[in-house]
């Protein structure tokens, strides 16, 4: 089956993309405006893109009447944001974040989420989240109805039972990370896993002419 987007509504391209490209990582994005109002909300149009400089990227959608979103205004008012990553045991407080909730709503007090200070930006972070990475926004793009925003990360929070200072790595599995799928509420856990090793060329070409 071939679909020319070129001739589909947006509502059937945004389908059609969200059942195909999975999994996908949910940045639980908590900004704070000027006034010191606090915001959290999930979006799962987020991705790393780069460690040198260290940057992330997060497609934020506007509202019907084409307006920013709390989180999107208040990135672009301050240039601060911390990027949370969702835990399972956190996920129904993530859901509930989502909520259509008018502006003046603290989603952080409606969820009743612990929070800690963040060292380099004025957002703070969820003590819950297994990683947090506090991020100044290094550019924003405005794209249709999207708005892309960079952000180079600061400072990069782990839960101490996360991490093993011997060997430097994270237990990423015990993380029990989530990340989203197709359907209006499908997610996924990141527990079945299997490892392939990158390949080397000079070994591969030996055994492929052998």
Request: charged share 20%; with cysteine.
């Amino acid at each position: 089956m071939d679909f020319d987007f070129s001739q589909l509504p947006a509502a059937e391209r945004y389908r059609l993309m969200t059942a195909a490209i999975t999994p996908r990582p949910i940045a639980w994005v908590t900004t704070q405006s000027a006034a010191g109002a606090r915001n959290a909300a999930p979006y799962s149009f987020f991705n790393m893109m780069g460690s040198e400089p260290p940057i992330v990227v997060i497609g934020m959608g506007r509202r019907a009447d084409g307006s920013h979103k709390d989180s999107t205004a208040n990135i672009l008012e301050t240039r601060e944001f911390v990027v949370n990553l969702v835990s399972e045991t956190d996920a129904a407080a993530m859901n509930l974040t989502s909520i259509d909730a008018p502006s003046d709503i603290d989603e952080i007090a409606l969820a009743g989420l612990t929070t800690a200070p963040s060292l380099a930006v004025a957002p703070p972070r969820i003590a819950t989240a297994p990683v947090a990475m506090e991020c100044r926004l290094y550019q924003a793009q405005e794209i249709g109805r999207a708005t892309l925003i960079i952000g180079q990360v600061l400072r990069f929070h782990v839960r101490d039972e996360f991490y093993d200072p011997a060997s430097r790595r994270l237990d990423t599995a015990a993380m029990q990370i989530v990340g989203r799928v197709h359907g209006a509420g499908g997610y996924v856990r990141g527990t079945d896993l299997f490892e392939l090793d990158r390949p080397n060329w000079a070994a591969w070409r030996d055994a492929w002419v052998e």
